[in-house]
């Protein structure tokens, strides 16, 4: 507010909320150098990183301003801000927010800073501070209660037509309903033991194969004579599904992780596609048009106890579940992809909402690790340009993660730790596997041999 600009910027909003966790606030002096220099010192120390380096009121702040005001720091005497601490990665996945402590210090730091202005426009008639214009404050999200993590999906009753989308930083962060708009921990690199599953035809026809996060180590998991493609890996990261043609129809099958154990789920007449696992690892939920036109199904993972979810005229698709119990999933007019939108409905069937309402195709959604918001393709920029773009639980804030124009992304998928996405891309002339880092938005080519329907294997 002091300087007209945000202390941390990038091209997502991702990295933004990276930024504010580990990276020190730049000087407030470089771009207002008729500041107070005393005040430097006072912004410096209301945006510390730890609780306790931070003032411990807006009282205590306005005594420590008047003082600066009164009696400026010499330069000589000003103290650069301590280096921070190095924040080690996670040993496990991260499945949550940003730590509490962080939001609502970065929280209590922005109304810190209100007062601060506040008093210097009052106090100080050498200071002069342009009102920020909109697109220049971005909000910080407050961290949401127990309740509200605890059920933090609630659709619109209605859809709401919304805009197309703009590039990630141009539209401000949005709040959930109930809950504020998600952020996803970073870390610096995921797990040691995080691995990806893919299908690839390589070898002459589609088999399954798991490669760790380097590149390394590739091991072909399946040999079987039919097409193997879109695994999933279980929750506990023991067991993969599938979908193969391998029987002359196409079923959901299951495997070990290392290969063994295969066995089929699903028997029969109609084809049975694109499985994922609930949250538990107790159920699969699929599409098939064994009644006609693609629904959703769920059964148990061992095939058992088979329901229909879904029952609608339309084409229903790519069905990804939450640990709030809510499936996302695209659906739209079988003969018509421009048709196709996202749609979120509870677990028990009930609840169904439109999420996305345009003219393009939007479609393969996918849940960010908390539950809070939803990755998903889209053509919008282009009739033939699939990027991958991210909205808020609840439909609102649309906005564009990755796009390579030219190229074809699709297949986009959140790491367990929320820090990747890894998709698919032909930008070489073939399908292949990409990762995305979202720290800093360093893209890095997983396969070059062909690769398709990337899955994490925790």
Not at 273 to 299: A, E, K, T
Not at 348 to 356: A, H, K, P, Q, V
Not at 357 to 378: A, C, E, F, H, K
Request: glycine share 8%; hydrophobic share 35%.
């Amino acid at each position: 507010m002091l300087t007209g600009r945000v202390p941390f910027d990038a091209e997502t909003t991702t990295t933004i909320y990276y930024k504010q966790v580990h990276e020190r606030p730049p000087s407030v002096l470089a771009p207002c150098p008729g500041l107070p220099p005393g005040v430097e010192q006072v912004v410096n120390r209301a945006l510390a990183k730890s609780p306790a380096e931070r003032y411990g009121s807006r009282g205590e702040l306005i005594r420590a301003l008047e003082q600066t005001v009164a009696r400026p720091i010499p330069p000589s005497r000003l103290v650069s801000p301590p280096a921070q601490r190095p924040v080690a990665p996670p040993p496990s996945p991260a499945r949550h927010l940003v730590p509490l402590a962080v939001i609502v210090g970065v929280g209590e730091a922005l109304l810190l800073c209100g007062s601060l202005v506040a008093y210097l426009i009052v106090r100080s008639s050498k200071l002069s501070v342009g009102a920020p214009t909109p697109a220049l404050v971005r909000p910080v999200a407050a961290a949401p209660t127990s309740a509200e993590a605890s059920n933090a999906l609630s659709p619109p009753a209605q859809p709401v037509a919304r805009p197309t989308g703009t590039p990630l930083l141009a539209a401000t962060v949005t709040a959930l309903v109930p809950a504020p708009a998600p952020t996803i921990t970073q870390s610096p690199m995921p797990r040691a033991s995080l691995q990806i599953v893919f299908s690839s035809a390589r070898g002459g026809n589609a088999d399954l194969y798991i490669t760790n996060m380097d590149g390394s180590g590739v091991t072909q998991l399946t040999t079987s004579p039919g097409q193997d493609e879109y695994p999933a890996v279980s929750p506990d990261g023991r067991r993969i599904s599938f979908m193969s043609d391998r029987d002359g129809n196409i079923e959901i099958y299951v495997i070990n992780r290392d290969g063994t154990g295969e066995t089929r789920l699903t028997v029969d007449s109609g084809e049975d596609r694109l499985p994922n696992w609930s949250p538990n690892g107790r159920q699969i939920i699929f599409i098939s048009n064994c009644s006609g036109n693609f629904q959703l199904y769920v059964m148990d993972a061992d095939g058992q106890n088979v329901r229909r979810l879904t029952h609608n005229t339309r084409r229903d698709g790519h069905a990804s579940w939450s640990a709030n119990d809510w499936i996302v999933f695209n659906s739209g007019d079988a003969d018509d992809s421009a048709t196709w939108e996202i749609y979120v409905i509870r677990a028990d069937g009930s609840g169904e909402r439109r999420l996305t309402t345009n003219n393009v195709n939007d479609w393969s959604p996918n849940w960010s690790p908390d539950g809070r918001q939803i990755l998903y393709l889209s053509k919008r920029d282009g009739k033939d340009d699939a990027a991958i773009w991210v909205m808020n639980a609840d439909g609102s804030n649309p906005q564009l993660v990755y796009n390579n124009p030219g190229a074809y992304e699709w297949g986009a998928v959140w790491s367990p730790d929320g820090g990747y996405i890894a998709f698919n891309s032909d930008v070489d002339g073939k399908d292949n596997i990409f990762l995305l880092r979202l720290s800093d938005q360093k893209v890095t080519q997983l396969t070059t041999e062909g690769g398709t329907y990337p899955g994490w294997a925790p």
